[in-house]
């Protein structure tokens, strides 16, 4: 079985800083790309940020320059540092991690999201 825990989102406070955390745990045998997503109320989720296991990101156009994603394979974390916040930041965030828990077959899992609101 695999989990990934998020950790870290809470309120922020407009042009401020947070940062959030997924850890996986479990039976795992690699993980290959880890992101966020996220889901502002009333629409659908939406793409985040990526990075690859050696370290490539992509990131939304919406987010680029303000935001950064990181990974620490050693602790099967992953990581994303918000900066500049504004009010359209708010959703509730999740992470996705593709894990093989085998050498021949690899799986999606996300996390339980933790909430983001951005507000003065």
């Known amino acids: 079985q695999v989990q990934l825990v998020e950790s870290g989102g809470g309120l922020g406070q407009p042009g401020g800083s947070l940062r959030l955390s997924c850890a996986a745990s479990?039976?795992?045998?690699?993980?290959?790309?880890m992101g966020w997503y996220r889901q502002p109320p009333g629409k659908q989720r939406e793409l985040v940020a990526l990075?690859?296991?050696?370290?490539?990101?992509n990131y939304a156009d919406s987010v680029k320059g303000r935001f950064t994603i990181s990974r620490d394979n050693t602790k099967n974390t992953v990581y994303l540092q918000m900066n500049s916040l504004t009010p359209e930041d708010t959703a509730v965030y999740y992470c996705?991690?593709?894990?093989?828990?085998?050498?021949?077959?690899?799986?999606?899992?996300w996390g339980q999201g933790t909430q983001v609101t951005v507000s003065s």
């Open positions: 990075i690859t296991k050696v370290g490539t990101t």
């Open positions: 996705n991690a593709n894990i093989r828990r085998s050498a021949w077959n690899s799986n999606n899992y």
């Open positions: 479990g039976s795992i045998f690699s993980i290959n790309d």
